[in-house]
Each structure stands twice: as structure tokens, then as C-alpha cells.
């Protein structure tokens, strides 16, 4: 997400915290690489120019060049600037009675896994949403929206086959949703390859029907410099009232981000972050701008870790690690753990730091070598690892199609940490035995 704008912003701004003092000339060169990074990443020209010149202005300030550490105000001036680009503040979605949302956007774009992976978000917020399948034009988006309303859990409409009335199925879809007990309508709309008159007169037609609370425009984050034209023609038509970005994980680039929100004056209430029905989150505009700055996001890593993690699991995992008692079976249970957190690359990204790293990677395939080995043990040798003999490894490594000098790495690697366990332990423990200010033997007190 965003990857070639964030290594190439994080370049500029480490040129510019070496500097003890700044200049007006810094300032610009600085400037004139953001510049081209931002349309590098196929950011608007006009939404970068405009951006660029109001960075400058303030970077300019006798305060910031004045300042102790001009490089770290100028990058806060940047960040704050960025943050308001993506919207400001987080803008929570409008669910008031009679709750209706009205899903738009280009064919390809996502509207009907994103109308489902709201749906399931909804649903977990402890909401009661019903999803309305309204595209006419084309059978598989109905199909496709009933599949995947059954996987989240959530009632689905489907109109008759053969329907070609948006308005005839609106009043049904709403006749129908009286039945069941949900409290938020969800309306997948039709589509097109490109805008046209037809598609837009058709959505205007259903909107004024329907009287939704929320228009939100589902767009592709890879949209590239389409992003503007898109998000314009449908704001001037519908007056959207936000925006959804799918593929945020997948496009390096990210500019329509950038882009959209600028162009419509409207928020980003919604990303797709991966193509599971789980991976749809909220959009906070200054926690994406940290992550841009390499500055990490670690209230969404948290927020991650209390949804994915078991409370009594991982005080109980805390204990066996302070006890040295850590065996397999514990291995095996912590590396589940954080495999619901998502892939282990995004989430090392969110801590501050990890995205000025060059080149840092993490190997999937040897993390599921390393869980083919445990799972390839028997119970018992999960439990008590000292009994891993030469002839049991042979056999591990046949059974996980690994080598034995992988297994005997990684029993090597998982004795050290243990012996590290115990040792913390017993430094906890002299740690608890002194009185309070009393010091190590050996160590001076200060």
C-alpha cells in the first residue's frame, strides 16, 4: 500500500533531518522531489501542485527554519498536510433510519465483494444488515452477491429472473427487508466499463427513490490518473457522499486515494485491505499518512491484536514463557495467532521504523516450512522436544518434505529462546527479591 511514494518520501525527508540548519533552497529541492513522487504515484497533477505549494508555504515560516530541528517540523508540517489531503478526521458512516446505502461505481471496482465485506463488518459492530442485490444488467453480480452474502452470515434479496425494472425491484427489495429483522439496507447497484449517460441516469433514478442516507463510490485504488474523471462524474451527478478504495494492499502506488478525496471534497469512509470478506476495515486518514511516513500505525495494530487474540489464551502463553514451560504445542498455538492478524508483512509495517528498512521481506515459504516441521511431530514430541532424537528427525523431515538440517535449525532456535526464557525468569525473580532501590551485586547504584 503505497510503497513506492512511502520509500521515496522517507528518502527525502531522512536527506533533510541530517541537516542541522535549512534553508530556502533545501526547502525547494526538498519539495521538487516530493513533487515527483506524488505524480510518480499518479497523484492528480493539479491535486499535487496545489498540495506541494501549501507544504511549501508553511515550511517556510521563520519559526520552522528557525527552529532547533527544522527536518522533523518540516516532515510534521508534512504529515499533517497529508493527513487533511485524506480527509482529516475518521468519518463514520450515516446509519440513521431508515439506514439505506446506496453502492456505486464502475464495473471491476469491487461494488459487490465490497457491499458484502460492509455487510460483515456491520454485522460484527452488532448491526442487522440486509444486502439488495439491484444490478439488473448482469445475472453473475446477483449470484455472486448471494454466495457471498451466505458466507458473512447475511440475508440477501434477489429480484426475479429476468427483471429489468431497478424501480419495481427497489419497492420489492423494500417490501422484503419489512419481513426480516435487519436495521441497514445495503444496495448493490449496476455497473459499466466506462461512465455513460445510461448507467448514471439509472443510479440518479434509484437514489432519488430510495432516498439513502449514503452514496459511497467504489473506486480502485490502481485506478491511476481515470481516478479523477470517475470520481467527478459521479459526485456531479449523485453528490456522493464518500468513498470506498478497494486493492489498497495490492497497488504500490495508491495516487486515487490521494486524488478522489481531493477532487469531490468527500471522505474515505472504507478500504479493502485483501481480498478475504474480513479484510475491510474503517479509513483513518491520519494513520494511513504514518504508515505513508514510515512512522507505523500502531492503533490499528493493537486494535488487530484484540480482535485476533484470546485474553485467557495469551495470559496463559505470558505464564509458560516466564516458566520456561514453553514446548511445541505452545509454538504451534502462538504461530496461529498471529497468522489472524494478516500477513506478517503488513504488520510489521505498521511498526514505526519497519518501512525504512530497504529491501526487508518476510519469507512466507519458509514460514510454512517452519509449520509443517511442528505439524509433523507427534503430540508427544511436541510436548517434551528433548526427545527428538536423530532417527525422530529423519522422520519429521520426510513427513514436512523438509531437510534435517532444517529441523535441527529450528530446534536449535527454539532451545536458545527458551534457554533466553528461563533466564529472563530468573532475572525477574532476583528482581523481585530486592528491596526496593537495593541493586545487583556488582552493579553500582546511581
Request: a positive charge.
Amino acid at each position: 500500500m503505497f510503497s513506492q511514494l512511502a520509500d521515496k518520501l522517507q528518502d527525502v525527508f531522512k536527506d533533510l533531518r541530517g541537516h542541522g540548519t535549512i534553508s530556502e533552497t533545501n526547502v525547494t529541492d526538498a519539495m521538487r522531489e516530493v513533487r515527483m513522487a506524488l505524480l510518480e504515484a499518479d497523484v492528480d497533477y493539479n491535486v499535487a501542485k496545489n498540495f506541494i505549494a501549501r507544504v511549501k508555504d508553511k515550511a517556510l515560516g521563520e519559526d520552522v527554519l528557525r527552529s532547533v530541528t527544522p527536518g522533523q517540523q518540516i516532515v510534521k508540517i508534512f504529515y499533517d498536510e497529508l493527513t487533511t489531503l485524506l480527509g482529516g478526521d475518521q468519518a463514520p458512516v450515516n446509519l440513521e433510519k431508515p439506514a439505506r446505502i446506496l453502492m456505486v461505481g464502475l464495473n471491476g471496482a469491487g461494488k459487490t465483494t465490497s457491499s458484502a465485506k460492509l455487510a460483515g463488518l456491520l454485522k460484527k459492530q452488532g448491526r442487522a444488515p440486509l444486502l439488495i442485490a439491484c444490478d439488473l444488467h448482469r445475472p453473475a453480480a446477483i449470484e455472486q452477491l448471494a454466495t457471498l452474502a451466505k458466507q458473512v452470515g447475511v440475508p440477501v434479496f434477489t429480484p426475479q429472473p429476468g427483471e429489468t425494472d431497478v424501480i419495481r425491484c427497489a419497492k420489492q427489495a423494500i417490501a422484503w427487508a419489512e419481513t426480516q429483522n435487519g436495521n441497514v439496507q445495503i444496495f448493490d447497484t449496476a455497473g459499466r466499463q466506462e461512465i455513460d449517460e445510461a448507467l448514471i441516469e439509472e443510479i440518479k433514478r434509484l437514489k432519488e427513490f430510495l432516498q439513502p442516507q449514503e452514496v459511497l463510490l467504489v473506486a480502485d485504488a490502481a485506478t491511476g490518473q481515470q481516478a479523477v474523471s470517475v470520481a467527478t462524474h459521479f459526485n456531479d451527478a449523485l453528490q456522493i457522499t464518500g468513498l470506498v478504495l478497494t486493492k489498497l494492499d495490492g497497488d504500490a502506488r495508491g495516487g486515487a486515494a490521494l486524488s478522489m478525496r481531493e477532487v469531490t471534497q468527500r471522505p474515505i469512509k472504507f478500504a479493502g485491505v485483501g481480498e478475504k470478506l474480513d479484510q475491510f476495515e474503517p479509513f483513518y486518514p491520519d494513520r494511513l499518512a504514518g504508515r505513508i511516513l514510515g512512522m507505523g500505525d500502531v492503533v490499528s495494530l493493537v486494535e488487530k491484536a484484540a480482535e485476533a487474540i484470546d485474553e485467557e489464551e495469551a495470559a496463559r502463553m505470558e505464564k509458560k514463557l516466564r516458566t520456561a514451560s514453553f514446548d511445541f504445542n505452545d509454538f504451534l498455538a502462538q504461530f496461529k495467532m498471529m497468522r489472524k492478524l494478516g500477513p506478517l508483512e503488513n504488520i510489521l509495517g505498521m511498526l514505526p521504523g519497519m518501512a525504512n528498512l530497504k529491501g526487508f521481506s518476510v519469507d512466507e515459504k519458509q514460514l510454512k516450512r517452519v509449520e509443517a516441521i511442528v505439524l509433523s511431530m507427534t503430540n508427544e514430541e511436541r510436548a517434551k522436544p528433548d526427545v527428538l532424537n536423530a532417527r525422530r528427525r529423519q522422520r519429521i523431515a520426510r513427513g514436512s518434505g523438509t531437510s534435517v538440517t532444517e529441523v535441527n535449525d529450528l530446534l536449535t532456535r527454539f532451545n536458545q529462546m527458551r534457554k533466553l526464557m528461563k533466564n529472563a525468569g530468573k532475572l525477574r525473580k532476583m528482581m523481585m527479591a530486592q528491596p526496593r532501590g537495593a541493586g545487583f551485586p556488582g552493579i553500582p547504584k546511581f
